[in-house]
């Protein structure tokens, strides 16, 4: 992926994202190859400065309020492959390879493992690894 390198926050493609008043957007996370969706999360302009400048997928949590390099604790990277602004300019997708196949933190290739089916949320996913395994013991 050829993007721009700079990181700054006054970049002007970063200033065409609209951000939250909280300075976040909310991300959507493709497998580049099938389309399937694997995550969604949130974004700061550091995060998605600094996903383009590694070209891997970065977060910012809110739950630990800073920024979540994706796989740093379980390996699963994301390596970035395209980024991409809704039409309205408040919502960034970033398409990915997946490295080791497993995007959720449950061991599972997507978040989005719950299907709906009459008045129940069924699994439709296997689990491909314990998350315990995973994490080795740590919180996630």
Same mark, same amino acid.
């Given at each position: 992926m050829k993007v721009a390198a700079d990181t700054g926050?006054? @970049?002007? +493609?970063? =200033?065409q994202v609209k951000w939250?008043? =909280? $300075?976040l957007v909310p991300v959507i996370t493709q497998d580049y190859r099938s389309g399937r969706v694997l995550t969604h999360a949130w974004l700061n302009r550091e995060a998605l400065a600094l996903a383009v400048?590694?070209? %891997?997928?970065?977060? +910012?949590? %809110?739950?630990? @309020?800073?920024? +979540?390099?994706? $796989? &740093? &604790?379980? $390996?699963h990277i994301q390596k970035l492959h395209g980024v991409y602004l809704d039409c309205d300019g408040d919502t960034v997708c970033y398409q990915v =390879?997946?490295?080791?196949? /497993?995007?959720?933190?449950?061991? %599972? &290739? @997507?978040c989005f493992y719950r299907k709906l089916e009459g008045d129940d949320w069924l699994t439709i996913d296997p689990v491909l690894k314990d998350p315990d395994e /995973?994490?080795?013991g740590a919180a996630h």
């Open positions: 926050s006054q @970049s002007p +493609w970063l =200033e939250s008043d =909280e $300075g400048s590694e070209g %891997r997928a970065i977060y +910012w949590s %809110r739950s630990r @309020s800073k920024l +979540w390099r994706k $796989g &740093e &604790e379980s $390996g =390879e997946q490295v080791g196949g /497993i995007a959720c933190h449950t061991g %599972r &290739e @997507s /995973i994490y080795s």
